[in-house]
């Protein structure tokens, strides 16, 4: 089945005065041939591990990129809501300089179909933001991770949104990258990745990011689309030993 992701995206600019909004919205109906990439998916629990040689892998190969029609976002607080058709691209973007929401709202999308086949009344959660009260990731920068110690991640706010806590590794020695994704309810206040899933990636430089996240999958014909908002958290630079 081909795959697509709908992607929308909030943050609050630090110092604005009134408070100020950079967000983004992101779509891809992709198509093709499975990955040729040597990459080594394992799953454990709540926690998914990708590891790739050579060009990284994390992205497909040859890709065709179909046109679901004009895409419509409603129930954020933009006046009118929110419609795009797809660019020369093929991908769906938009930046604005705007609030898409508070937090808890219900997100409703559709397309009125064209080689992906229309669709309507998909919704999502809008996620409540985040306070990350550990790892530290002051200026951007969130210390060392050693892969032999359990990484405790903690936080406040949230409500019943999800915490996603992403993890990549840039191995560039050996020409690997080392990708981890864990999901952890938000109303629990913190998540614990074990040394076990630390493990399978490489040591390096790394990029760590702990984000409030409410996300739905449904298909349209022979795609399975995956519907994600993220919310603002923290994320920076990790050197992972």
């Known amino acids: 089945m081909a795959t697509s992701t709908i992607e929308l995206t909030q943050r609050e600019v630090p110092g604005g005065v009134p408070s100020s909004f950079s967000s983004s919205?992101?779509?891809r109906f992709a198509s093709g041939p499975a990955s040729a990439n040597p990459c080594v998916i394992t799953t454990s629990s709540n926690c998914?591990?990708?590891?790739?040689t050579s060009d990284g892998?994390?992205?497909e190969t040859v890709v065709t990129l179909s046109s679901a029609g004009t895409l419509s976002i409603a129930g954020t607080l933009v006046d009118g809501g929110i419609s795009l058709m797809p660019r020369t691209n093929g991908t769906y973007y938009d930046q604005l300089n705007t609030q898409l929401w508070a937090g808890g709202e219900t997100l409703t999308l559709s397309a009125t179909g064209a080689v992906v086949p229309a669709f309507s009344a998909q919704t999502v959660v809008a996620p409540l933001d985040i306070v990350v009260t550990a790892p530290s990731c002051a200026t951007n920068n969130c210390g060392t991770l050693s892969r032999s110690t359990p990484l405790t991640v903690s936080w406040t706010g949230g409500g019943s949104s999800t915490v996603d806590v992403d993890l990549t590794v840039n191995d560039s020695v050996n020409l690997r990258v080392?990708?981890?994704?864990c999901t952890f309810p938000a109303s629990a206040g913190t998540g614990v990745i074990p040394t076990g899933v630390l493990a399978t990636v490489p040591a390096g430089q790394g990029f760590l990011t702990i984000k409030p996240t409410g996300s739905t999958s449904f298909a349209a014909g022979a795609w399975m689309v995956s519907i994600i908002a993220i919310g603002q958290g923290v994320g920076g630079l990790v050197m992972v030993q």
């Not at 998914?48 to 790739?52: H, P």
């Not at 080392?178 to 994704?181: E, H, N, P, V």
């Open 25 to 27: 919205i992101y779509a």
């Open 48 to 52: 998914t591990t990708t590891v790739c």
């Open 57 to 59: 892998g994390l992205s």
């Open 178 to 181: 080392g990708k981890i994704l």
